[in-house]
Structures are given as C-alpha cells and as structure tokens.
C-alpha cells in the first residue's frame, strides 16, 4: 500500500491509548493519544516524573532575595520550566517568553493547566544572574545527596570527572 493511503487507524494496535501521571494537586494529568490537540513537549510530563523532588530541593540550597510580595512564581517553579527548556532544545531564557503559555510546559513546573503564565524572559535572568558561589555550593551538595540517596547503601567511592575538554573519537 502507498505511503498516501496509510488507514486512519491502525488495526490490532497494542500501544495504550493513554498514560496516567502522576496527579497535580486534584487534576488529573495523564497523556492521551486520541486527542487531535497534541504538544510536542509531552517528554515534559516525563522529566516531571523523573524529577521526583529534585527541583523543590534545588530551591531549598538557593537564597531568595525577592520581595515576595511581587512574587508570581516559586524558585522550584522557576527551576522546573528552566530545566524542562533546556531538556527540550529551548536553551535560551528569551524562549521563556514563547513557552510561558504552553500547558504542558505548566504541569512540568508544576502549576496547574489554567494558572497564569509561567516565568518571563527578565524573571529568569534575574534568576540566573542572582546565583552565587554559596548557591552553587549548595546545589551541589543537593544534587551529590540526591545521587548518594539512590543507592540502597552508598558506593565505596565515586569519581567526578570534571574535564572540561570535548573527548574527540
């Protein structure tokens, strides 16, 4: 049969219909195939999943000096939407303004399908520009405890290979 005249359906089709994540809250978050609106960025809803904590434990180890009574987003909001766009290809925080609407891109931060915009462009950099050596100290920290925990009892030893230079095969 010509690529032209591909069926409508596949028959005797074994691949679920939906996937159920993990909820948000009371909503129900889960991906469907049937459905003629689809994102592209469903990987989102993945990396939420995988992320389990992480990103409330990265705001934990950062200091927020914002004035909080203009503050829309949460650091680990913040964190989730920058680590989520850089995972999918939008590694520029310009891309934020592009992605601040999208609803998959919400539930990865964590916020719900029908709350306001995610970060701006100008929040994210001042994020990133506010991050200090203590901070990072402190992510690191977050992210060597979050691996040690993985583990049933912690490794005898563990190599951090902090070489910069591109390995050319």
Same mark, same amino acid.
């Given at each position: 049969?010509?690529?032209?005249?591909?069926?409508?359906?596949?028959?005797?089709?074994t691949a679920p219909?939906?996937?159920?994540?993990?909820?948000?809250?009371?909503?129900? @978050?889960?991906?469907?195939?049937?459905?003629?609106?689809?994102?592209?960025?469903?990987?989102?809803?993945?990396?939420?999943?995988?992320?389990?904590?992480?990103?409330?434990?990265?705001?934990?180890?950062?200091?927020?000096?914002?004035?909080?009574?203009?503050?829309?987003?949460?650091?680990?909001?913040?964190?989730?939407?920058?680590?989520?766009?850089?995972?999918?290809?939008?590694?520029?925080?310009?891309?934020?303004?592009?992605?601040?609407?999208?609803?998959?891109?919400?539930?990865?931060?964590?916020?719900?399908?029908?709350?306001?915009?995610?970060?701006?462009?100008?929040?994210?950099?001042?994020?990133?520009?506010?991050?200090?050596?203590?901070?990072?100290?402190?992510?690191?920290?977050?992210?060597?405890?979050?691996?040690?925990?993985?583990y049933e009892t912690?490794?005898?030893?563990? @190599?951090?290979?902090?070489?910069?230079?591109?390995?050319?095969?």
């Open positions: 049969m010509p690529a032209t005249h591909l069926p409508q359906t596949v028959p005797n089709c219909l939906q996937i159920a994540f993990s909820p948000l809250g009371r909503t129900r @978050v889960q991906a469907v195939f049937d459905e003629p609106q689809l994102s592209s960025d469903g990987g989102a809803l993945l990396i939420r999943e995988a992320a389990n904590g992480i990103f409330q434990a990265m705001a934990s180890a950062i200091r927020d000096e914002r004035n909080q009574a203009y503050v829309q987003d949460t650091l680990d909001e913040l964190l989730a939407q920058r680590t989520v766009q850089i995972c999918h290809g939008y590694e520029d925080a310009n891309d934020c303004d592009t992605m601040r609407a999208d609803t998959v891109m919400k539930l990865a931060a964590g916020k719900g399908p029908d709350a306001g915009p995610l970060g701006s462009q100008p929040t994210m950099t001042r994020l990133e520009n506010s991050v200090g050596l203590r901070d990072l100290t402190r992510l690191f920290y977050v992210f060597a405890d979050t691996f040690l925990d993985s912690a490794p005898e030893s563990m @190599v951090i290979d902090m070489d910069p230079t591109t390995n050319r095969v």
